[in-house]
């Protein structure tokens, strides 16, 4: 190849190998230019489809134009070979400048690469990937032999989606689903040199090394390996071989003691974010990482700048500057005795500071996606939901008292909110909105509210709440004395679900998160504010969740400015906070990481923080409860064990007819599916595939089909389907309505009827229908109309057929806003006949005993026995059938099936308020607005004062 000539390129000598071909030397002869050629691997040059993707992608990566990143100069080709002519980068690589620096530095006693050259090497590497990201390329194989950094300090990444670019495809190239390409080859022959496999895997990220599909975060957690890499001055995933790297990527976290002392605590909070092992907890943009290094590359003081002059240069500098040293040491004495005395000094500003404190009570916070524990807007009172003797309650504790005292009438409550003034708790409980005095009293009730994520108490005395349970989770707007809620404000484009409404200061506009119908990935959503008064609304931030305003700490404003504020928000398990001016209802500066260690719950998009209006935090320990859990069996003594160890965010399971498989539906972040388990095999098996959500799976009676709820046709209205078990055949629509909501719930043992829930929009409530079944199953079913077969002004959802179709079980909201369990005759009339006494939810009769057992509001599995006399049906006082709590994961989830042996169910991993939080202890952060200016300063609006 040296000699030989590629167009206008002579080629002149050979650099290297690697994974993505052999690369020489060569010189453009037309532009008098060393350039680099990198000839393509031979199995790429001979296959005509993957030269040609190769070369789409080579044409999107030339359209990259950035100082950081190494240009492409074209693609050449001859009948010998195929090369792409790259920018030839002079000086070391950023692997031969570590392991120069690492051994200069072993016999000085410090392999780390020094703050002021590791951190503007990593700023100009972000800087890279950033703009490469905008573009829609990923990396997908960072790592220091891939990073070259010239004499002049500047840094060039190669490479650039090259590993994506040259990869296989077709049914190939693709394993389990997942593209080869989405992972850098480790089994290429360029690349069986054991340094090179170990310098490849060591970078990968735990998705990649699992052979999954990769996107930008697998880029996000490479940058974080070769930061701590240069400032350790050790790899962050060492191994003696390939699967002991893996193993550590996988499994291990970096020895963090190894980063120097001086490593700022931005750089370190910044590489723990790139470098969690769950990508959807992981810094989700290269913006984010920059934006949150930002600061510490100006604050880095170089040390040739702060180098010490010759000593020939102090002593005359030393000569001549003493006179007017002693004169200004003069001068500054002064200056400081006048600050000290003079009147107009201002106020020291409040130091920040956290505080681990007990609730004060003999409880613990339940693990749920609520802020369990608030302040009085004065910041003088906590207010909690804690479990005591199984059952939550609302708890009162002022700062300056040790105990906390419960409040009586409060069972069952969740989510709290103060009042404006700090007078009367709101809170939601028995499928009602409520509130009760914080000095005791009654509890009364505002209005129905069966499913609902957060609400808010405005200065106009107007209660704005999540109420779900309809296509659409909308926002709602009450009066707090009560009355009938109303839909308050608009959605925008796309969005379904509004949540986690906070009024802003003044009262004229609500905060609140909103997302598109029944995504599960709450880190896409937005941060949106809307007039209480009416009007459209309008996105603050993009890519947050349970947002808060916290307003400045202490600290005077510019002149003829008013102070303003910060709004904090949730992405990824961390908490972000950005400039916020409340007036015009904008952001003022870019965002920033704040905080961690906060219980977080991506889905369904809550935190366990709140902030009282004069700027205090409090929040619960924890980390991000992603409703990632596995399967168990749990009997009637309690007892549990593992069904299906691996976890996964599933919900609605429901067996077969015959017990030997089990139905659920998954989510993968990104949409929900229905699969199927055979647990007896233990294998998983996917049904659906179409974009968006599919759920609520119910098996027909032959064990044949399985139908199911989805939005496929059309986002946020839910119509019925149902496809052939074993995954043959197309999936056919049942239901054609534009506008209900409709979920399908239970089969009549003769196959002719569906009874399934329908919900006509946002405030007008869920009924019961019949989709009557027309044919037979040797000829074919065929659906007819749906019919109505219980509606009225309450909520009446989860219909179950009894064993001998005589009779449906099911939820409704009729007595006051509470959901109990009740049951009529089918077809009718007769009945209703209430079966729960203090609460309950998704029936299920068992098969094998007279029993009708469903979700007390404790969370326990309850039986009820009964028995039939004439047209009457008689259900005895509910049980416990299990002593042990289950865990929905999802909203309006079950949680759990029934088991056709009637001895056991399958149920989420058994509820445990101790995971990822701290059961009786909250953090106090006092003066947390002005840490805030500190961190991510531009709180200040300059907005003119009134």
């Known amino acids: 190849m040296i000699g030989t000539r590629l167009g206008p390129y002579q080629v002149v000598a050979k650099l290297g190998e690697g994974g993505m071909g052999e690369v020489y030397r060569a010189t453009d002869t037309n532009l008098k230019r060393q350039v680099a050629i990198k000839v393509l691997p031979a199995a790429v040059a001979a296959d005509g489809d993957r030269l040609a993707r190769f070369q789409r992608e080579a044409e999107v990566l030339a359209a990259l134009n950035h100082p950081n990143i190494a240009a492409i100069y074209g693609l050449e080709k001859t009948p010998e070979?195929?090369?792409?002519?790259?920018?030839?980068?002079?000086?070391?690589?950023?692997?031969?400048?570590?392991?120069?620096?690492?051994?200069?530095?072993?016999?000085?006693?410090?392999?780390?690469?020094?703050?002021?050259?590791?951190?503007?090497?990593?700023?100009?590497?972000?800087?890279?990937?950033?703009?490469?990201?905008?573009?829609?390329?990923?990396?997908?194989?960072?790592?220091?032999?891939?990073?070259?950094?010239?004499?002049?300090?500047?840094?060039?990444?190669?490479?650039?989606?090259?590993?994506?670019?040259?990869?296989?495809?077709?049914?190939?190239?693709?394993?389990?689903?997942?593209?080869?390409?989405?992972?850098?080859?480790?089994?290429?022959?360029?690349?069986?040199?054991?340094?090179?496999?170990?310098?490849?895997?060591?970078?990968?990220?735990?998705?990649?090394?699992?052979?999954?599909?990769?996107?930008?975060?697998?880029?996000?957690?490479?940058?974080?390996?070769?930061?701590?890499?240069?400032l350790a001055g050790q790899r962050a995933f060492p191994g003696d071989d390939l699967t002991d790297t893996l193993a550590a990527v996988v499994k291990l976290e970096p020895a963090w003691e190894s980063l120097p002392p001086g490593v700022p605590d931005r750089v370190r909070r910044v590489l723990h974010a790139c470098l969690r092992k769950d990508p959807r907890q992981r810094l989700g943009d290269m913006q984010s990482v920059r934006l949150a290094l930002d600061g510490a590359f100006e604050t880095t003081v170089s040390q040739a700048a702060a180098s010490a002059p010759s000593a020939l240069a102090q002593r005359s500098l030393v000569a001549r500057a003493l006179p007017w040293a002693i004169a200004s040491v003069a001068v500054l004495i002064a200056g400081v005795l006048l600050m000290f005395w003079a009147p107009w000094r201002p106020a020291p500003v409040p130091t920040p500071r956290k505080v681990l404190a007990s609730i004060g009570a003999d409880a613990s916070l339940p693990t749920s996606p609520g802020a369990s524990a608030i302040l009085s807007p004065d910041g003088t009172t906590l207010a909690f939901v804690a479990r005591q003797a199984g059952s939550a309650r609302l708890f009162i504790r002022t700062l300056d008292q040790l105990q906390a005292v419960p409040l009586a009438g409060t069972e069952g409550a969740e989510d709290p909110f103060f009042s404006p003034d700090g007078q009367w708790l709101a809170f939601f409980a028995d499928g009602a909105l409520k509130k009760i005095s914080v000095a005791g009293g009654a509890a009364v009730t505002i209005c129905d509210a069966v499913e609902h994520f957060g609400g808010t108490w405005t200065d106009s005395d107007t209660i704005v709440f999540n109420r779900s349970g309809a296509p659409t989770a909308r926002l709602m707007r009450v009066s707090a004395a009560g009355g009938k809620p109303e839909i308050f404000g608009v959605l925008s484009p796309g969005a379904g679900r509004q949540r986690w409404p906070q009024a802003l200061p003044g009262g004229q506009a609500v905060l609140y998160s909103e997302h598109s119908p029944f995504a599960t990935n709450w880190d896409t959503a937005n941060l949106v504010v809307a007039p209480v008064s009416g009007g459209a609304p309008k996105v603050v931030v993009r890519g947050g969740y349970f947002g808060r305003y916290v307003p400045s700490g202490p600290g005077s404003p510019k002149r003829g400015e008013r102070e303003g504020g910060h709004l904090i928000y949730l992405h990824q398990g961390t908490v972000f906070a950005v400039p916020f001016d409340p007036t015009r209802l904008e952001t003022v500066g870019p965002a920033m990481p704040a905080l961690e260690g906060v219980a977080t719950f991506p889905n369904p998009g809550g935190g366990k923080l709140a902030v009282s209006s004069e700027g205090t935090l409090v929040y619960v320990p924890g980390t991000a409860v992603s409703g990632e859990r596995p399967i168990e069996w749990l009997t009637r003594d309690g007892k549990a064990a593992v069904l299906r160890a691996t976890k996964a965010q599933w919900s609605n399971p429901r067996f077969s007819p015959n017990g030997e498989k089990l139905a659920l539906d998954i989510s993968d972040g990104q949409q929900r599916d229905i699969w199927v388990y055979d647990w007896a095999r233990d294998t998983l098996t996917q049904l659906t595939f179409e974009p968006g959500e599919d759920r609520f799976p119910v098996w027909t009676p032959d064990g044949r089909r399985l139908v199911f709820g989805s939005d496929r046709a059309k986002a946020g209205t839910f119509n019925l389907y149902w496809a052939n078990a074993d995954g043959t055949g197309e999936v056919t629509r049942l239901t054609d309505s534009p506008e209900t909501h409709s979920q399908g719930s239970s089969w009549h043992p003769s196959g002719k009827f569906l009874a399934f829930q329908a919900a006509r929009g946002a405030g007008n409530g869920v009924d019961l229908m019949i989709l009557p079944m027309e044919g037979d199953a040797t000829r074919g079913w065929t659906p007819g109309t749906p019919t109505v077969f219980l509606g009225s002004p309450a909520n009446e959802t989860t219909p179950t057929f009894s064993p001998d179709g005589r009779w449906i079980a099911y939820t409704s909201s009729e007595r006051g806003g509470v959901g109990d369990i009740y049951v009529r005759p089918f077809p009718g009339p007769g009945g209703p006949w209430r079966v729960s006494t203090g609460g309950g939810r998704f029936p299920r009769w068992s098969a094998t005993a007279p029993e009708l057992l469903f979700v007390a509001r404790e969370g326990t599995i309850t039986a009820a026995r009964y028995a039939v006399v004439g047209d009457s049906f008689r259900a005895d006082t509910p049980q416990v059938w299990t002593p042990t709590s289950i865990q929905a994961v999802a909203p309006g989830n079950s949680g759990y099936a029934l088991h056709p042996d009637g001895k056991r169910v399958a149920a989420a991993a058994v509820a445990d308020d101790s995971e990822g939080v701290a059961n009786d202890k909250v953090v106090f952060f006092f003066n947390f607005g002005a840490y805030l200016k500190r961190i991510a300063p531009g709180g200040q609006t300059g907005v003119p004062e009134s």
């Open 81 to 230: 070979c195929t090369a792409l002519v790259m920018e030839l980068v002079e000086g070391e690589d950023l692997s031969q400048r570590i392991d120069r620096l690492r051994a200069r530095g072993a016999s000085a006693g410090q392999a780390a690469m020094p703050l002021d050259e590791a951190l503007p090497i990593a700023r100009q590497i972000a800087e890279a990937l950033e703009a490469a990201h905008e573009q829609g390329i990923v990396h997908r194989d960072l790592k220091p032999a891939n990073i070259k950094v010239r004499e002049d300090g500047t840094v060039k990444v190669l490479d650039f989606g090259l590993a994506k670019a040259l990869g296989p495809e077709g049914p190939s190239a693709t394993a389990g689903g997942v593209s080869a390409s989405m992972s850098p080859t480790m089994t290429s022959p360029a690349m069986t040199a054991m340094g090179m496999i170990l310098g490849t895997a060591a970078y990968m990220a735990p998705e990649q090394a699992r052979g999954r599909a990769v996107d930008r975060r697998a880029d996000i957690w490479a940058f974080g390996v070769v930061v701590f890499e240069m």
